[in-house]
Protein backbone atom coordinates (compact mmCIF):
# COMPACT_ATOMS: atom_id res chain seq x y z
CA UNK A 1 0.00 0.00 0.00
CA UNK A 2 0.93 3.76 -0.47
CA UNK A 3 2.23 5.06 2.95
CA UNK A 4 3.63 8.40 2.02
CA UNK A 5 4.16 10.74 -0.47
CA UNK A 6 6.47 13.67 -0.62
CA UNK A 7 5.72 16.85 -3.50
CA UNK A 8 9.18 17.61 -5.21
CA UNK A 9 9.88 20.92 -7.31
CA UNK A 10 9.11 18.14 -10.46
CA UNK A 11 8.35 15.20 -9.17
CA UNK A 12 6.17 13.08 -6.73
CA UNK A 13 8.20 10.62 -4.21
CA UNK A 14 5.69 7.34 -3.20
CA UNK A 15 6.41 5.38 -0.15
CA UNK A 16 5.04 1.89 -0.36
CA UNK A 17 5.11 -0.31 2.66
CA UNK A 18 8.07 -2.63 3.28
CA UNK A 19 10.41 0.79 3.15
CA UNK A 20 10.59 1.29 -0.34
CA UNK A 21 9.81 4.03 -2.45
CA UNK A 22 9.71 5.63 -6.11
CA UNK A 23 10.02 8.91 -7.53
CA UNK A 24 7.62 9.89 -10.25
CA UNK A 25 8.19 12.29 -12.60
CA UNK A 26 5.74 15.21 -12.73
CA UNK A 27 5.22 14.58 -16.33
CA UNK A 28 5.22 10.71 -16.69
CA UNK A 29 2.15 11.18 -14.18
CA UNK A 30 0.22 13.44 -15.79
CA UNK A 31 0.76 11.81 -19.05
CA UNK A 32 -0.78 8.68 -17.29
CA UNK A 33 -4.18 10.53 -16.26
CA UNK A 34 -6.70 7.41 -16.60
CA UNK A 35 -9.57 10.33 -15.60
CA UNK A 36 -12.78 10.64 -18.41
CA UNK A 37 -10.80 13.77 -19.52
CA UNK A 38 -7.82 12.29 -20.48
CA UNK A 39 -9.08 8.17 -20.98
CA UNK A 40 -10.95 6.20 -22.88
CA UNK A 41 -12.17 3.64 -20.47
CA UNK A 42 -14.17 1.23 -23.84
CA UNK A 43 -11.20 1.41 -25.99
CA UNK A 44 -8.07 1.69 -23.18
CA UNK A 45 -6.50 4.46 -24.96
CA UNK A 46 -4.97 7.63 -24.23
CA UNK A 47 -7.28 10.60 -25.12
CA UNK A 48 -4.59 13.16 -23.86
CA UNK A 49 -2.32 15.50 -26.56
CA UNK A 50 1.02 14.61 -24.97
CA UNK A 51 2.65 17.08 -26.83
CA UNK A 52 0.64 19.92 -25.23
CA UNK A 53 1.32 18.86 -21.94
CA UNK A 54 3.84 21.39 -20.03
CA UNK A 55 7.01 19.55 -19.17
CA UNK A 56 7.56 21.65 -16.06
CA UNK A 57 3.85 20.97 -14.43
CA UNK A 58 3.88 21.42 -10.74
CA UNK A 59 1.15 19.05 -8.52
CA UNK A 60 -1.26 21.65 -7.07
CA UNK A 61 -2.08 18.64 -4.23
CA UNK A 62 -1.75 15.35 -3.29
CA UNK A 63 -3.10 13.05 -1.29
CA UNK A 64 -3.43 9.37 -0.25
CA UNK A 65 -6.78 7.51 -0.01
CA UNK A 66 -8.46 4.52 1.07
CA UNK A 67 -5.92 3.71 3.50
CA UNK A 68 -3.18 3.61 0.53
CA UNK A 69 -5.09 2.00 -2.21
CA UNK A 70 -4.92 5.58 -4.12
CA UNK A 71 -3.05 8.56 -4.93
CA UNK A 72 -5.14 11.52 -5.61
CA UNK A 73 -3.34 14.14 -7.34
CA UNK A 74 -4.51 17.84 -8.37
CA UNK A 75 -2.95 19.51 -11.72
CA UNK A 76 -3.16 22.73 -12.66
CA UNK A 77 -4.80 22.42 -15.88
CA UNK A 78 -7.36 19.77 -15.28
CA UNK A 79 -10.84 20.51 -13.07
CA UNK A 80 -11.31 17.11 -11.24
CA UNK A 81 -8.25 15.17 -9.08
CA UNK A 82 -7.10 11.96 -10.83
CA UNK A 83 -6.91 8.91 -9.19
CA UNK A 84 -3.99 6.90 -9.30
CA UNK A 85 -4.16 2.88 -8.01
CA UNK A 86 -1.31 0.95 -6.09
CA UNK A 87 -1.40 -1.61 -8.21
CA UNK A 88 -0.80 0.89 -11.39
CA UNK A 89 2.18 2.52 -9.25
CA UNK A 90 3.71 -0.62 -7.59
CA UNK A 91 3.45 -2.08 -11.45
CA UNK A 92 5.46 0.62 -13.04
CA UNK A 93 8.59 0.86 -10.44
CA UNK A 94 11.59 0.89 -12.10
CA UNK A 95 13.51 -1.50 -10.24
CA UNK A 96 10.48 -3.80 -9.94
CA UNK A 97 11.66 -7.47 -10.19
CA UNK A 98 9.02 -9.01 -11.73
CA UNK A 99 8.04 -12.48 -11.94
CA UNK A 100 10.39 -14.43 -13.53
CA UNK A 101 9.20 -18.26 -15.46
CA UNK A 102 8.74 -19.92 -12.40
CA UNK A 103 5.34 -21.17 -13.12
CA UNK A 104 7.09 -22.90 -16.37
CA UNK A 105 7.81 -25.83 -15.63
CA UNK A 106 11.37 -26.89 -17.43
CA UNK A 107 11.52 -30.21 -18.06
CA UNK A 108 12.77 -33.16 -19.27
CA UNK A 109 12.09 -36.63 -20.65
CA UNK A 110 11.11 -38.75 -17.08
CA UNK A 111 9.14 -35.22 -15.89
CA UNK A 112 6.60 -35.86 -18.32
CA UNK A 113 3.50 -37.66 -17.77
CA UNK A 114 -0.09 -38.18 -18.15
CA UNK A 115 -0.87 -34.58 -17.13
CA UNK A 116 -0.14 -33.36 -20.80
CA UNK A 117 -3.34 -35.19 -22.38
CA UNK A 118 -6.39 -33.24 -22.15
CA UNK A 119 -10.11 -34.22 -23.66
CA UNK A 120 -11.46 -32.32 -26.16
CA UNK A 121 -14.55 -31.59 -24.42
CA UNK A 122 -12.56 -30.58 -21.21
CA UNK A 123 -11.61 -27.31 -22.70
CA UNK A 124 -15.06 -26.25 -24.29
CA UNK A 125 -16.05 -24.73 -20.85
CA UNK A 126 -14.62 -21.72 -19.36
CA UNK A 127 -12.32 -23.10 -16.92
CA UNK A 128 -11.69 -25.99 -19.04
CA UNK A 129 -9.72 -23.68 -21.39
CA UNK A 130 -8.62 -21.66 -18.74
CA UNK A 131 -6.92 -25.01 -17.18
CA UNK A 132 -5.73 -25.73 -20.92
CA UNK A 133 -4.29 -22.95 -21.09
CA UNK A 134 -2.87 -22.65 -17.94
CA UNK A 135 -1.00 -25.73 -18.71
CA UNK A 136 -0.09 -25.35 -22.10
CA UNK A 137 2.03 -21.89 -20.89
CA UNK A 138 3.51 -24.32 -17.83
CA UNK A 139 4.90 -27.09 -20.17
CA UNK A 140 4.92 -25.77 -23.83
CA UNK A 141 2.76 -28.34 -25.04
CA UNK A 142 -0.30 -30.56 -24.64
CA UNK A 143 -1.92 -33.59 -26.60
CA UNK A 144 -5.72 -32.86 -27.23
CA UNK A 145 -7.82 -36.44 -27.59
CA UNK A 146 -11.01 -37.21 -28.96
CA UNK A 147 -10.72 -35.04 -31.82
CA UNK A 148 -12.64 -34.79 -34.72
CA UNK A 149 -10.06 -35.72 -37.47
CA UNK A 150 -11.25 -32.46 -39.92
CA UNK A 151 -9.95 -29.26 -40.50
CA UNK A 152 -12.92 -27.46 -38.87
CA UNK A 153 -11.82 -29.34 -35.37
CA UNK A 154 -8.38 -27.62 -35.87
CA UNK A 155 -9.65 -24.54 -36.91
CA UNK A 156 -12.32 -24.23 -33.75
CA UNK A 157 -9.34 -25.07 -31.44
CA UNK A 158 -6.96 -22.19 -32.85
CA UNK A 159 -10.32 -19.80 -32.23
CA UNK A 160 -10.97 -20.62 -29.13
CA UNK A 161 -6.73 -19.34 -28.48
CA UNK A 162 -6.73 -16.50 -30.93
CA UNK A 163 -7.02 -16.81 -34.62
CA UNK A 164 -5.16 -19.06 -37.68
CA UNK A 165 -2.50 -17.61 -39.10
CA UNK A 166 -1.71 -17.11 -42.47
CA UNK A 167 1.63 -18.26 -43.80
CA UNK A 168 3.25 -19.83 -47.26
CA UNK A 169 1.56 -22.83 -46.60
CA UNK A 170 -1.63 -21.14 -46.11
CA UNK A 171 -3.44 -20.82 -43.00
CA UNK A 172 -5.50 -24.36 -42.29
CA UNK A 173 -3.47 -26.99 -44.22
CA UNK A 174 -3.23 -30.96 -44.52
CA UNK A 175 -0.56 -32.84 -45.16
CA UNK A 176 1.68 -36.18 -46.00
CA UNK A 177 4.39 -37.19 -47.76
CA UNK A 178 4.85 -34.82 -50.87
CA UNK A 179 8.36 -35.02 -52.79
CA UNK A 180 7.03 -32.21 -54.78
CA UNK A 181 7.19 -29.44 -51.45
CA UNK A 182 10.18 -27.12 -50.75
CA UNK A 183 9.88 -28.57 -47.35
CA UNK A 184 11.88 -31.51 -45.45
CA UNK A 185 8.60 -31.79 -43.31
CA UNK A 186 6.80 -33.30 -46.11
CA UNK A 187 9.14 -35.94 -46.38
CA UNK A 188 8.78 -39.42 -44.73
CA UNK A 189 12.93 -38.96 -43.55
CA UNK A 190 13.56 -38.17 -39.53
CA UNK A 191 13.36 -34.53 -38.91
CA UNK A 192 15.64 -33.68 -35.89
CA UNK A 193 14.23 -31.29 -33.11
CA UNK A 194 13.85 -27.43 -34.44
CA UNK A 195 11.83 -24.77 -34.10
CA UNK A 196 9.57 -23.24 -37.60
CA UNK A 197 10.31 -20.07 -39.46
CA UNK A 198 13.74 -19.17 -38.42
CA UNK A 199 13.44 -17.36 -41.37
CA UNK A 200 10.87 -15.26 -40.27
CA UNK A 201 10.88 -12.04 -38.57
CA UNK A 202 7.77 -13.01 -36.30
CA UNK A 203 7.59 -16.81 -36.18
CA UNK A 204 4.86 -18.50 -35.36
CA UNK A 205 3.96 -18.57 -31.61
CA UNK A 206 1.70 -22.15 -31.82
CA UNK A 207 1.76 -25.00 -33.95
CA UNK A 208 -1.30 -27.30 -34.18
CA UNK A 209 -0.89 -30.82 -35.38
CA UNK A 210 -3.86 -33.03 -35.77
CA UNK A 211 -3.67 -36.66 -36.63
CA UNK A 212 -6.24 -37.68 -39.42
CA UNK A 213 -5.03 -41.19 -40.42
CA UNK A 214 -2.10 -43.33 -39.45
CA UNK A 215 -1.46 -46.67 -40.71
CA UNK A 216 2.24 -46.45 -40.89
CA UNK A 217 5.28 -47.91 -39.28
CA UNK A 218 7.04 -45.30 -37.03
CA UNK A 219 6.87 -41.51 -37.31
CA UNK A 220 6.45 -40.64 -33.62
CA UNK A 221 6.21 -36.63 -32.52
CA UNK A 222 9.27 -35.76 -30.74
CA UNK A 223 8.91 -32.52 -28.21
CA UNK A 224 11.91 -30.97 -26.83
CA UNK A 225 12.03 -28.08 -24.01
CA UNK A 226 14.88 -25.50 -25.66
CA UNK A 227 14.61 -24.08 -22.05
CA UNK A 228 16.14 -27.10 -20.45
CA UNK A 229 18.51 -27.45 -23.01
CA UNK A 230 19.18 -23.74 -22.57
CA UNK A 231 19.64 -24.30 -18.50
CA UNK A 232 22.34 -27.13 -19.36
CA UNK A 233 24.56 -25.31 -21.67
CA UNK A 234 24.67 -22.67 -19.13
CA UNK A 235 25.37 -24.27 -15.95
CA UNK A 236 28.41 -25.97 -17.86
CA UNK A 237 29.40 -23.46 -20.54
CA UNK A 238 28.63 -20.31 -19.19
CA UNK A 239 30.69 -18.61 -22.14
CA UNK A 240 28.67 -20.66 -24.69
CA UNK A 241 25.74 -19.80 -23.33
CA UNK A 242 26.68 -16.15 -23.61
CA UNK A 243 27.21 -16.69 -27.27
CA UNK A 244 24.11 -17.90 -28.38
CA UNK A 245 22.63 -15.19 -26.85
CA UNK A 246 24.45 -12.78 -28.60
CA UNK A 247 24.88 -14.25 -32.22
CA UNK A 248 22.31 -13.38 -35.49
CA UNK A 249 21.68 -16.92 -36.68
CA UNK A 250 20.25 -16.19 -40.27
CA UNK A 251 17.65 -18.75 -41.62
CA UNK A 252 16.13 -18.45 -45.12
CA UNK A 253 13.25 -20.28 -47.20
CA UNK A 254 14.13 -20.63 -51.05
CA UNK A 255 10.91 -22.32 -52.62
CA UNK A 256 7.61 -22.26 -54.09
CA UNK A 257 7.45 -18.55 -55.51
CA UNK A 258 9.24 -17.16 -52.73
CA UNK A 259 12.26 -16.13 -50.79
CA UNK A 260 11.83 -15.63 -47.00
CA UNK A 261 14.90 -14.58 -44.31
CA UNK A 262 15.31 -13.41 -40.88
CA UNK A 263 17.77 -13.39 -37.87
CA UNK A 264 18.06 -13.48 -34.36
CA UNK A 265 20.05 -15.38 -31.30
CA UNK A 266 19.32 -18.83 -30.94
CA UNK A 267 18.27 -18.04 -27.39
CA UNK A 268 16.75 -14.43 -27.45
CA UNK A 269 16.77 -12.33 -24.17
CA UNK A 270 14.80 -9.76 -23.00
CA UNK A 271 16.01 -6.87 -21.11
CA UNK A 272 15.85 -8.55 -17.67
CA UNK A 273 18.47 -11.73 -19.27
CA UNK A 274 15.45 -13.95 -19.30
CA UNK A 275 14.73 -16.15 -22.42
CA UNK A 276 11.88 -15.16 -24.36
CA UNK A 277 12.23 -17.74 -27.46
CA UNK A 278 14.25 -19.90 -28.24
CA UNK A 279 15.02 -20.48 -32.35
CA UNK A 280 16.95 -23.20 -33.92
CA UNK A 281 16.24 -24.82 -37.29
CA UNK A 282 19.40 -26.81 -39.14
CA UNK A 283 17.78 -27.20 -42.03
CA UNK A 284 17.02 -23.68 -42.85
CA UNK A 285 20.28 -22.20 -41.64
CA UNK A 286 21.62 -19.75 -44.47
CA UNK A 287 25.26 -18.94 -44.75
CA UNK A 288 26.96 -16.58 -42.68
CA UNK A 289 29.86 -15.38 -41.69
CA UNK A 290 32.76 -13.92 -38.83
CA UNK A 291 35.98 -14.25 -37.54
CA UNK A 292 37.69 -17.92 -38.01
CA UNK A 293 37.83 -17.81 -33.77
CA UNK A 294 34.54 -17.02 -33.61
CA UNK A 295 33.28 -19.39 -36.22
CA UNK A 296 35.21 -22.56 -34.75
CA UNK A 297 32.89 -21.67 -30.92
CA UNK A 298 29.63 -21.11 -32.87
CA UNK A 299 29.86 -24.91 -34.83
CA UNK A 300 31.18 -26.27 -30.87
CA UNK A 301 28.01 -24.21 -29.43
CA UNK A 302 25.55 -25.49 -31.89
CA UNK A 303 26.90 -29.05 -32.01
CA UNK A 304 26.21 -29.12 -28.17
CA UNK A 305 22.91 -27.91 -28.71
CA UNK A 306 22.26 -30.05 -31.70
CA UNK A 307 23.22 -33.17 -28.98
CA UNK A 308 21.27 -32.03 -26.29
CA UNK A 309 18.17 -31.80 -28.49
CA UNK A 310 18.96 -35.35 -29.61
CA UNK A 311 19.43 -36.94 -26.02
CA UNK A 312 16.66 -38.98 -25.55
CA UNK A 313 16.66 -37.88 -21.86
CA UNK A 314 15.85 -34.80 -22.83
CA UNK A 315 12.91 -35.81 -25.73
CA UNK A 316 9.44 -36.90 -25.29
CA UNK A 317 8.11 -39.17 -27.95
CA UNK A 318 4.62 -40.21 -28.51
CA UNK A 319 3.36 -41.55 -32.17
CA UNK A 320 -0.35 -39.55 -32.59
CA UNK A 321 -3.12 -41.71 -33.18
CA UNK A 322 -6.10 -40.13 -35.45
CA UNK A 323 -8.11 -37.79 -32.98
CA UNK A 324 -5.33 -36.47 -31.11
CA UNK A 325 -3.68 -32.98 -31.91
CA UNK A 326 -0.91 -31.64 -30.70
CA UNK A 327 0.02 -27.98 -30.08
CA UNK A 328 3.05 -26.56 -28.71
CA UNK A 329 4.84 -23.55 -28.08
CA UNK A 330 6.87 -22.82 -31.35
CA UNK A 331 8.90 -19.99 -29.27
CA UNK A 332 9.86 -22.33 -26.39
CA UNK A 333 9.32 -26.13 -27.70
CA UNK A 334 11.33 -27.82 -30.68
CA UNK A 335 9.52 -30.43 -32.61
CA UNK A 336 10.90 -33.43 -34.50
CA UNK A 337 9.88 -36.71 -36.54
CA UNK A 338 10.49 -40.12 -36.46
CA UNK A 339 11.21 -41.33 -39.88
CA UNK A 340 8.20 -43.29 -41.36
CA UNK A 341 6.53 -45.77 -43.49
CA UNK A 342 3.11 -45.58 -44.47
CA UNK A 343 0.79 -43.59 -44.47
CA UNK A 344 0.19 -40.39 -42.29
CA UNK A 345 -2.10 -37.98 -42.67
CA UNK A 346 -2.01 -34.68 -40.71
CA UNK A 347 -4.01 -31.48 -40.75
CA UNK A 348 -3.13 -27.65 -38.81
CA UNK A 349 -2.54 -24.67 -38.34
CA UNK A 350 -0.13 -21.80 -36.73
CA UNK A 351 -1.62 -18.97 -34.30
CA UNK A 352 0.53 -16.11 -33.36
CA UNK A 353 2.64 -15.95 -30.53
CA UNK A 354 1.41 -12.59 -29.36
CA UNK A 355 -2.14 -13.75 -30.06
CA UNK A 356 -1.30 -16.72 -27.40
CA UNK A 357 -0.01 -14.25 -24.99
CA UNK A 358 -3.30 -11.85 -24.93
CA UNK A 359 -5.60 -15.27 -24.04
CA UNK A 360 -3.36 -16.10 -21.58
CA UNK A 361 -3.35 -12.81 -19.96
CA UNK A 362 -7.34 -12.11 -20.50
CA UNK A 363 -7.38 -15.63 -18.10
CA UNK A 364 -4.80 -14.51 -15.85
CA UNK A 365 -1.64 -16.32 -16.66
CA UNK A 366 1.37 -15.03 -17.06
Known amino acids: MITKIDILPDDLQVHFSGENSEIFPNIWLRDHAKDEQNWDKRSSQRKTFTASLDLNLKIKNAEILENGKYLSISWPDLEKPVQYSFEFLINNKIDKKRETKSNLKVWGSNEIHQEIFVDYNSILSNDGFKNFLKSLHTYGFLVIRNCETNLKCVEKIANKIGY ?203
Open 164 to 366: VRNSIFGGLWSFESDENKADSAYTQEELRPHTDSTYSNDAPGLQLLLCCDYDAKGGESIMVDGLKIAETIKKEDPQMYDLLTKINVKGNYIGDGVFLEAERPIFKLNKNKEITQVSFNNYDRAPFRFEKDLTLKFYEAIKKFDLLANNKDYQWRHILKPGELLIFNNWRILHGRGSFSGVRKMSGCYINKEDFDSSCKMNGIN
